[in-house]
């Protein structure tokens, strides 16, 4: 369970595809999307607002969702490592900004502890996933 501004988290699973790369993906290592849409739909469980496709970046996938009319990213990047243990993976959240604080280079504001609990739950919630870990943004393990 996730405390007060942690928005990073790390996870073990081998419920979602790391081997056939897609041609539609950026780089050959842009694994996530099957699980970009999987956490999609384990929002509206939870009656969050989630937008209806991932998209890509080249360090993964990632999607939007909203709580109290505040809007999200949810970052997902596969980390290559020990695949008997299970795939890792990084999530990241972020609120999304408006172009202008975008371009401003607006500094990152807290993430509610809400947000975290929504995607806490979501994992939590699949017997496939193990190891959940939450992390403060200075301290994740990037790499």
């Not at 972020?94 to 990152?108: W, Y």
């Amino acid at each position: 369970m996730p405390y007060q501004n942690q928005s990073v988290v790390t996870f073990h699973t081998t419920a979602f595809n790391i081997t056939a790369r897609k041609p539609y993906f950026i780089n050959d290592c842009c694994f996530g999307d099957d699980l970009a849409r999987w956490m999609i739909a384990e929002l509206r469980k939870q009656n969050v607002q989630a937008f209806d496709e991932p998209a890509q970046e080249d360090f993964g996938w990632y999607l939007t969702f909203e709580l109290a009319n505040t809007k999200y990213f949810f970052l997902i990047s596969y980390r290559p490592d020990d695949i008997s243990k299970g795939s890792t993976w990084i999530g990241f959240i972020e609120r999304k900004l408006s172009p202008l604080k975008s371009l401003l280079r607006s500094p990152k504001q807290a993430i509610p502890l809400e947000a975290s609990q929504v995607i806490d739950r979501a994992l939590s919630n699949c017997t496939q996933i193990r190891d959940i870990r939450w992390h403060y943004h200075q301290d994740a393990p990037y790499k």
